[in-house]
C-alpha cells in the first residue's frame, strides 16, 4: 500500500466516503433537540435574510454563534429547506475529515498508518453517526483537532515553519471558537498547558509568534462577535457569556448524569475502536520523533476532553466527541504496531469484542419484536412513565427482514473471530472495522425511521399538519423546537404571541393550537375556550380557539 499513489488512495476514500456518509440524510425527521434547533436557526436567517444574528422562534438565539448555521443556510439554498440540506455539512465534514487524518497519517508514518486511521474512524458506532447527523459537533470538533495538530508542528524542535504553524492553528482555532464559543480555544489551550507542563516550558516562543497568533485568533473567531458589539448588540454577547458559564457550572435540563458518563460513551460509543486502541496508552518507544510528539500531544487531548467533560455538570453524549480523533489515532499506532511486531494482540481484547458484539446483535436483533411485547409490559405495568407508555402505543411498522442488520453483524462478527486466522490480526481488525461500518449503515437504514415513531413522530406529524395555516403554535410545558421547523411558523405580526399568558387567558386574534406531554395535561385544563382534540403516542393535542361572533367567549 504504501508503493500506491497517495492521490489515487485519497480518491478512493473521497467517493467511499460519498457513499458512506451522503445517501440517505434525509430518511428520517431530524431529531429534537440539537438537530431541530441549529435547522430551524438556518430557516429563519433564510426566511427574515437577517444573516447576522442566530434567532429561534425569531428572536436572538444566543447559545451558539454562527458558523455552523451559515453552512446550513448555504446548503439550504443548494437543497431546500429540508433534511436533506440540513445534515449536508456534516457529510462534506466526514469526506473532509477522512481525507485530513489520512494525509496527516501518512506525513507522520505513511500510507498504510494514514488508512488504518481512516478506518479506525468511521470502523466505530458513534464517529460515523455523527457525519450522517445535523449537529454543530463534526465540524467543531475537526477545528479543534486541526488547531492542536499545528500547535503539535510549532512545538517540533526541528519544525522549519514555526511562524506558519501557530498562525495556521489561530485560524482553526477561532474557526472553532465561532461554531461553537469559547469551549473550542479552551480545549486546545489546555492541552498545550499540559504538554508545556510536561516538558518544563522547554520551548522557544519568539514574541512576534505569540502576537501573530493572538490577532489572528481575534480576528476570525472574534469577527461575528466584534460586529455584534459594533451594532449595539452587548447584551446578546453579553447573555452568550452567561449561558457558557452556567452550561459549564450548572446541570442543563434533561442532561445530567454520573461522572463516569463520557468513560462509558466513548468505550461502548467508539466501539471497536475503542478496545483495539487501549494497549496504545501506555508508555513505547518509537523510532520517529514527530510521530512520537504526535502520540503524546493525542493522548494529552484525549484525557483533557474526558476530563474537562467529567467535570462539567452537563452530560451530553457528543461533548466527549472531540475524543474520536486521539482514540482512532491511537488504535491505527495499535494496529501499525502490531503489523511490525511491535505490539501484541491479547486475548482480552478478543473477549470484550466479541462480548460486546454479541449483546449489541441480540439487542438490534430484539428490537423488530418491540411490537409483540409492548402490550404485555403496558398490561404488567412494568414501565411507570405515562409518556413513554404513550411513546410505545405506536406501531413501528416492523417487518420480518428487519432483524437482519443485527443477525448479519453476528454472523460476520463470529467469522472475523473464528474463521479468520488468530495471527493474522491486521486482517481481522480491518474485516471488523468494514463490518461495523456496513452494521451501522445498515440501522440508519432500517432501524433508525422506525425507532423515531415511538419517540416524536406524533408531534412532528401534528405540527406538520398546522403548516401554512394563519394560526399560532405552541409546545407548552416541554422543550421543542419541531414548532418552528416542522410547523413552518414565521415572524408573529402580533407581539403578544411571545406572552405565555396572553396565549392561555388572553384575547387572541387567532386560533392556539398547543402540544404537550401527556402526564403534563392536566397543566391545561380549566382555560377558557380550551378544546382537547387529540391524544397520540404520548402527547396531547389542544386548541384554544380565538373569540367569534358565533361563539360564547366563556365556552371550552
Not at 403516542?537 to 371550552?556: C, E, H, L, W
Request: glycine share 6%.
Amino acid at each position: 500500500m504504501n508503493k500506491h499513489n497517495p492521490i489515487k488512495i485519497q480518491i478512493i476514500i473521497a467517493v467511499l466516503a460519498a457513499l458512506a456518509f451522503i445517501p440517505f440524510l434525509g430518511r428520517v425527521h431530524l431529531f429534537d433537540w440539537d438537530e431541530i434547533n441549529f435547522a430551524e436557526a438556518a430557516r429563519e436567517m433564510i426566511l427574515t435574510r437577517n444573516y447576522l444574528t442566530v434567532q429561534i422562534n425569531f428572536q436572538p438565539f444566543w447559545e451558539k454563534p454562527p458558523l455552523f448555521i451559515w453552512m446550513q443556510v448555504l446548503s439550504m439554498k443548494v437543497f431546500g429547506i429540508n433534511e436533506f440540506a440540513a445534515r449536508f455539512p456534516n457529510a462534506i465534514c466526514g469526506i473532509a475529515t477522512m481525507l485530513i487524518i489520512f494525509n496527516i497519517g501518512r506525513k507522520l508514518r505513511d500510507n498504510f498508518f494514514g488508512v488504518l486511521w481512516v478506518l479506525a474512524f468511521g470502523g466505530a458506532l458513534l464517529p460515523f453517526f455523527y457525519f450522517k447527523s445535523g449537529i454543530i459537533d463534526p465540524w467543531f470538533n475537526l477545528f479543534i483537532f486541526l488547531g492542536t495538530y499545528f500547535l503539535m508542528l510549532y512545538s517540533f524542535p526541528d519544525d522549519k515553519n514555526k511562524f506558519r504553524n501557530i498562525l495556521l492553528s489561530a485560524v482553526f482555532i477561532g474557526l472553532a471558537f465561532l461554531t461553537k464559543g469559547p469551549v473550542g480555544f479552551l480545549l486546545s489551550a489546555l492541552t498545550a498547558g499540559v504538554y508545556l507542563i510536561l516538558i518544563r516550558f522547554r520551548i522557544k516562543i519568539r514574541f512576534i509568534e505569540i502576537v501573530g497568533f493572538i490577532i489572528v485568533l481575534v480576528v476570525v473567531g472574534g469577527s461575528w462577535f466584534i460586529i455584534q458589539i459594533l451594532n449595539g448588540n452587548f447584551d446578546l454577547i453579553k447573555e452568550f457569556i452567561v449561558y457558557q458559564i452556567r452550561l459549564f457550572s450548572t446541570e442543563d435540563v434533561g442532561h445530567g448524569g454520573f461522572p463516569g458518563y463520557h468513560f462509558v460513551v466513548l468505550f461502548f460509543g467508539a466501539f471497536p475502536t475503542s478496545i483495539i486502541a487501549l494497549k496504545s496508552f501506555k508508555k513505547e518507544r518509537l523510532d520517529d520523533p514527530l510521530f512520537s510528539l504526535m502520540k503524546k500531544w493525542m493522548t494529552i487531548l484525549f484525557w483533557v476532553v474526558l476530563i474537562l467533560f467529567s467535570i462539567v455538570r452537563t452530560k451530553i453524549m457528543h461533548y466527549s466527541s472531540l475524543a474520536y480523533f486521539p482514540l482512532t489515532f491511537l488504535a491505527a499506532n495499535s494496529v501499525y504496531q502490531i503489523k511490525h511486531d511491535k505490539q501484541t494482540w491479547s486475548r482480552w481484547q478478543t473477549i470484550l469484542i466479541v462480548t460486546i458484539s454479541i449483546v449489541i446483535s441480540i439487542l438490534f436483533i430484539s428490537v423488530p419484536f418491540i411490537d409483540k411485547f409492548k402490550a404485555f409490559i403496558i398490561e404488567k405495568n412494568l414501565i411507570h412513565d405515562q409518556f413513554t407508555v404513550g411513546n410505545l402505543e405506536a406501531s413501528g411498522g416492523w417487518r420480518s427482514f428487519d432483524i437482519l442488520p443485527g443477525l448479519l453483524f453476528f454472523i460476520a462478527v463470529i467469522f472475523i473471530f473464528t474463521v479468520l486466522k488468530k495471527k493474522d490480526v491486521l486482517l481481522r481488525v480491518q474485516w471488523l472495522w468494514v463490518t461495523i461500518i456496513c452494521f451501522t449503515f445498515s440501522i440508519m437504514l432500517v432501524i433508525v425511521p422506525k425507532v423515531e415513531k415511538y419517540t416524536q413522530a406524533a408531534l412532528i406529524e401534528y405540527f406538520q399538519s398546522l403548516k401554512g395555516k394563519d394560526v399560532y403554535l405552541k409546545q407548552i410545558y416541554f422543550r421543542s423546537y419541531a414548532t418552528y421547523f416542522y410547523g413552518e411558523t414565521k415572524p408573529p405580526e402580533n407581539k403578544n404571541y411571545y406572552d405565555l399568558n396572553w396565549l392561555l387567558l388572553g384575547d387572541i386574534d387567532k386560533d392556539v393550537y398547543f402540544a404537550t406531554k401527556i402526564h403534563r395535561r392536566k397543566g391545561l385544563d380549566g382555560y377558557s375556550r380550551m378544546e382537547e382534540i387529540g391524544i397520540k403516542n404520548g402527547y396531547a393535542f389542544y386548541v384554544r380557539r380565538a373569540k367569534t361572533d358565533n361563539v360564547d367567549s366563556d365556552s371550552k
